[in-house]
């Protein structure tokens, strides 16, 4: 009989995660202090991460043991499942094969956990009292909050004042895990009051709300900021998604011709991508694997590899990355996730070197594969994924052209319980593409340092 | 290392469903037709249900064998995992062993698709255009849209008016499946018209909105009705949890010592702890078998045994079961979910031959053994199972007492990410405890019709 779901024992987990970096042709380009524009060293990132973390973040070493403690959290939700997207592939009347690996099993409904948990473990483990972070939608602080209940950790999160208001049930979600949750810009930091001041209506953004959540972390040594994507660490962290997937693409007989995956901060792509990527590095496999991204935040496609800062305030180290300048606000009419200004430098750095591809999808393409993929495979997408599936039925198209049974793979890193306006948005026809314009990018650009 | 999750294969799923009623001491009560209060036959049932669930509801063979189209959904989510809760355990100090059944996993997130598929499977295959059914939050309505979209068969769902206004993600959800959702009472059907010209605010009740669904039903050859609880077929589709759980608790080398469920109509109930209840009495394990029903809806502990109607119009047959009266509007301010006026009378006839017991627990306090749970074990649940957590942390606390290490399995028959605004009131301490009087039950008890 058919095989749908390709499911790996607890004792298979991988107890390693996969650092690419050594792996890599060139080296990435250093992070810089945003004062004298030197390398940072670990000291300037030591006000934010705990040791542990920033170790991780420069590491050279090709495998990072995952601590028992984590283990024992992954195994709530771990390992995953790999589907097969039978009934999709029927739909679509293609040869080709979509597998999926679905990460929304987690408690909070997508990948983040993944570097949540040992985020909160190394930050419990080196005395740290109180955890501050950002969160968009609020995938990331229902995330950061579960995991620092498994460590008796406070936290306290940010959310962008658009999402906290439009979605009151995400901050409920992070209360039953015991986070205190705050619309951002909040009237709890100076940065916050001067825009408040100039806005008191102010929607926020993600790099605003980080701005905010460092700077409550930094003065005191016994709180840390946590991030939910963009850096070394998290995506390594993710990297258990693609480590898992290999692992079940092997069950299930079958090489990726082609891989997507949604990228918006990057941590998502990375997970699923990078253990592929080291094996075609290694020559074991050639699949295509390409990024994906909304029209209305294509850093990658649409950005410029600069050094440019984090946050809205500067105050974090600068990374060379695709930005789109860190005063970028995207429009509020985007409903897909996936608005950071920035690229991970880690992807960029990826990108930059030709490794992987990149494409940007528009909403209302998203949300209509998003529809065909619930009414088959039944499974409601998070909005940031509805651009992975897009992405897969497009190769799947193509394939249908062609007469291939390509292999395609991608993550579907959430479920979309807590973003039912966006579909419900959709499905009143009142969903409106939004392309950034050349003219909108070069504005935001204005802010990004000349070096 | 200490195991978390026990998971089955995906050819460990059975394939036969697992009907009790041959395998009872005395035979439970007939139906009645509402007009002659003679025995209803299959010809009674045949304008709302196709002939083969018709079939199943009066059946008299042990097993029934699951479809292959069935089974080939049953995949997406099937086998679902049994856990152990560790970390629950750890936070209450006892010497119990919790584990629990975790329906959630399913695409609606509940345990309803295990009878919502095989319900559309038997009218698709019978040539029906059409299903027709009620929901109060949501969980059955979305659970059978999902299954309707897997068969091609149109769906159309009255939901209860309060849940409809207090929930409209859930219209959504049930929408991106190609659900039509309508308020209840609705000006769609005469009955519905009588009671908004009485009170055009009216909030509804499961009762009603099943009068509504079945009168939209009836008069059409090729639509049908389905029932999401309640009846014998149904009970029986949900055994498949019971099967599964029986397999996995062999996994983990235990046998339950008290076995609780959390009750509306009786289907996760029915489903969980129907096999195991076959285990008992074949003399293979002596588990205590307990129903758990809020203190604000209590059939079983505070209903009647009595003939009554499954709908507050009294269209349908009259089925003898532990029922508060038809006419029963539980009150809005009880958050919690199983709101039904009467108990499945599969599972009231088993609780009158005293193979079963029953407790009631009011609001406040399955809300904090939620929250205790959410904050350990990760999950969020629906408000419905936590009647069972709060039952189960009652058994944990017990053993505690007695030092004794007392196996407990319980059914986490689904996540609460669409019912968030219960915990929202609880947060707030504006969840108000209602147990319901004497009184009122004596005045809707006033409807049930004397036999």
Redesign the interface.
């Known amino acids: ?5 390709y ?1 790996l ?3 298979q987990i991988p107890t390693q995660w996969y650092n690419i970096v050594p792996d890599l042709p060139a080296p990435p380009p250093p992070a810089l202090h945003p004062g004298t524009r030197e390398p940072a060293g670990p000291e300037d990132f030591a006000p934010l991460f705990p040791m542990e973390l920033i170790k991780q973040e420069v590491s050279q070493e090709s495998y990072i043991d995952i601590p ?1 403690e984590v ?3 992954y ?3 771990r390992p995953s499942p790999l589907f097969r997207a039978h ?1 999709l592939e029927k739909l679509l009347d293609t040869p080709a094969k979509i597998f999926y690996k679905y990460e929304g ?3 909070a ?1 997508s990948h983040k956990p993944n570097t949540a948990v040992p985020q909160a473990f190394y930050n419990a483990q080196e005395g740290v009292r109180k955890l501050t972070t950002e969160t968009g939608a609020g995938q990331w602080g229902s995330s950061l909050a ?1 995991a620092c ?2 460590f008796d950790l406070e936290c306290e999160v940010w959310q962008v004042a658009a999402s906290y208001r439009a979605k ?2 995400r901050k ?2 992070m ?4 986070a205190t949750v705050h619309p951002s810009p909040s009237d709890l930091t100076e940065y916050g009051k001067s825009l408040l001041a100039e806005n008191p209506d102010h929607t926020g953004s993600l790099g605003i709300a980080i701005s905010e959540a460092v700077g409550m972390a930094a003065p005191h040594p016994d709180v840390r900021y946590a991030l939910g994507s963009v850096l070394n660490h998290v995506l390594m962290h993710q990297t258990i998604i693609g480590e898992e997937a290999l692992l079940q693409m092997q069950m299930a007989g079958e090489t990726p011709d082609v891989l997507v995956g949604c990228t918006g901060g990057g941590s998502n792509f990375g997970g699923l991508s990078f253990p592929f990527l080291r094996e075609k590095m290694k020559g074991n496999m050639n699949p295509t694997i390409r990024c994906v991204e909304p029209a209305a935040c294509p850093s990658l496609t649409k950005g410029e590899y600069r050094y440019d800062f984090g946050d809205s305030a500067g105050m974090t180290p600068l990374m060379k990355m695709h930005t789109l300048g860190h005063s970028f606000v995207p429009d509020p009419i985007h409903a897909g996730g996936l608005r950071y200004h920035g690229m991970s430098p880690l992807v960029s750095h990826i990108y930059e070197l030709g490794l992987v591809e990149a494409e940007s999808i528009a909403q209302n393409e998203c949300f209509t594969g998003a ?1 065909q993929f ?7 997408p998070a909005p940031e994924p509805t651009h992975a599936i897009a992405a897969a039925i497009r190769e799947a198209m193509r394939a249908k052209e062609t007469g291939e049974e390509t292999v395609i793979l991608t993550a579907l890193c959430g ?1 979309g ?2 973003d ?2 966006s ?2 948005s959709f ?1 009143a026809g009142k969903m409106v593409d939004h392309s950034l314009s050349e003219s909108s990018i070069a504005e935001a650009m204005k802010t990004v340092p000349v070096m």
């Open positions: 009989m058919t095989q749908h779901k499911l024992n607890e004792n028992g283990l024992d959290i195994k709530i939700w009934r099993v987690s408690p409904g579960f209940a498994q009151p049930h409920t979600m209360e039953i895990w015991g529809l619930a009414r088959t495979e039944g499974i409601v479920h319980h807590l039912l306006a579909y419900e499905l």
